[in-house]
């Protein structure tokens, strides 16, 4: 399979106690929380992408850039829809959607970079060593 612009992924989650704003320390109210969007934008770009990667490889997140347009309660289904946009190298451009029953909450662009998994991790092992 070769990777493309255009692909596309789909990832969904529940809104419950444990993401929402007043449990992840990033508000007081009981609402889906920023944070826990952002996480579901990187998890569904990186999820679409990886069937693409060679062995060996993975992705990392650089850039989010998302505007959380819209709060959504405790009991609610939430989903991102992501789209590769670009690819520079080993810089890949998403477009991120996220959505409830009642429409857009969110959106904007992310960027991950794929990097070598086991150098990636080799120096960020290192920062242990003084």
Known sequence: M???????NRKE??????NVAGNVGSGEIDVFATPEMINLME???????APYLEPGKTTVGM???VSHLSATPIGMKVWCESTL???????LSFEVRAYDDKGLIGEGTHERFIVDTEKF????MAKLEG
């Open 43 to 49: 998890h569904c770009a990186s999820e679409g992408i």
């Open 121 to 124: 991790m080799a120096r960020a």
């Open 2 to 8: 070769t990777m493309e612009p255009g692909i596309t």
């Open 85 to 91: 946009t670009a690819i520079e190298g080993k810089k």
């Open 13 to 18: 989650v529940m809104v419950t106690p444990e």
């Open 63 to 65: 850039t989010v850039k």
